[in-house]
């Protein structure tokens, strides 16, 4: 009798993105030299810190080989412009005290929409092109009140065809099954779970499974948590991540340097290709997914 191997699973796909392009010169650095090595498949990045007046003079080269979105930031940093409410100290307030104003409907919500449409005007003057996506700092893009401005903003940047925004809440079923940095995804899925509802209102695509949330200080575990962001997926998944290589920067206290430099050092690691290997993935581009009907 001829035994007939069976033909070869199509494999899954996935976006991976490293999120933070633009927040310092060592991070925006790891991001391309990823990107180069085919090691991610989007990025996104920050307007409103010192980098970004280097890094997006460089995004025309990245942009060919990744998806390049709008990380909007209304936590860290400074806004583009005053904005008295939102940042009374000319800083925007951390993501803690973001969350206090999303609960209690306390939002200058005009102010947040003023400084959304800044920051794509500031990515736009800066590039000469539309982010691919749009998507958050800390996730705050997804708070109540905010996803809304979001959703909004995807269809103004693009009428007729909006931007794809980034969903960061994930079914409770999987992230269970993940054993993940429970406490925090469930956290961060209930706060964001406006998001998903506000873009289908206004035909905005998004990804259809989220997943890298884990606690940094577990950097050193990296093969196990990369291990569990790639399994139990939804039907457009898309993974998180924060690659970064030490730098001598001054101008940016990044409490996660070290969980950084220990994911750039992962994924560009034989051990990160031989784990899409072994779960028959393959990344793609975040607009291709997000496009699957």
């Not at 940042?87 to 409907?105: D, E, K, T, V």
């Not at 909004?152 to 940047?157: I, Q, R, Y």
């Not at 899409?276 to 393959?282: A, G, P, S, W, Y």
Request: aromatic share 6%; glycine share 8%.
């Amino acid at each position: 009798m001829t035994n007939i191997n069976p033909l070869p699973a199509t494999p899954g796909l996935i976006a991976l993105c490293a999120d933070d392009y633009g927040y310092r010169p060592g991070v925006s650095t790891a991001i391309r030299r990823l990107a180069e090595r085919g090691r991610l498949s989007a990025t996104s990045a920050l307007v409103t810190f010192p980098d970004w007046a280097r890094a997006g003079a460089e995004i025309d080269g990245l942009a060919a080989q990744v998806d390049v979105g709008l990380h909007l930031d209304f936590v860290e940093g400074k806004p583009l412009a005053s904005a008295r409410a939102l940042a009374p100290a000319g800083r925007f307030p951390g993501i803690n005290r973001l969350i206090l104003m999303a609960l209690s409907h306390r939002l200058p919500l005009q102010e947040v929409r003023d400084e959304a449409f800044r920051q794509a005007d500031a990515f736009l003057k800066a590039t000469g092109r539309l982010p691919d996506f749009i998507d958050g700092h800390q996730h705050a893009h997804a708070l109540p009140g905010i996803c809304t401005i979001t959703a909004d903003l995807a269809v103004a940047l693009r009428p007729g065809d909006p931007l794809p925004v980034r969903v960061p809440g994930e079914k409770w079923g999987r992230i269970v099954a993940r054993r993940t940095a429970l406490a925090k995804a469930l956290s961060i899925a209930m706060l964001t779970k406006g998001m998903a509802p506000a873009a289908s209102a206004r035909g905005v695509p998004v990804n259809a499974g989220f997943s890298g949330i884990y606690d940094f200080s577990a950097a050193g575990r990296l093969p196990d948590v990369f291990s569990s962001f790639v399994r139990h997926l939804g039907a457009r998944p898309l993974v998180m991540c924060h690659p970064g290589d030490r730098d001598a920067s001054a101008e940016v206290a990044d409490p996660i340097t070290a969980a950084r430099q220990r994911e750039a050092d992962y994924l560009a690691s034989d051990d990160f290709v031989q784990l899409l290997e072994r779960e028959n993935l393959r990344i793609d581009r975040f607009t291709r997914l997000a496009a699957i009907a």
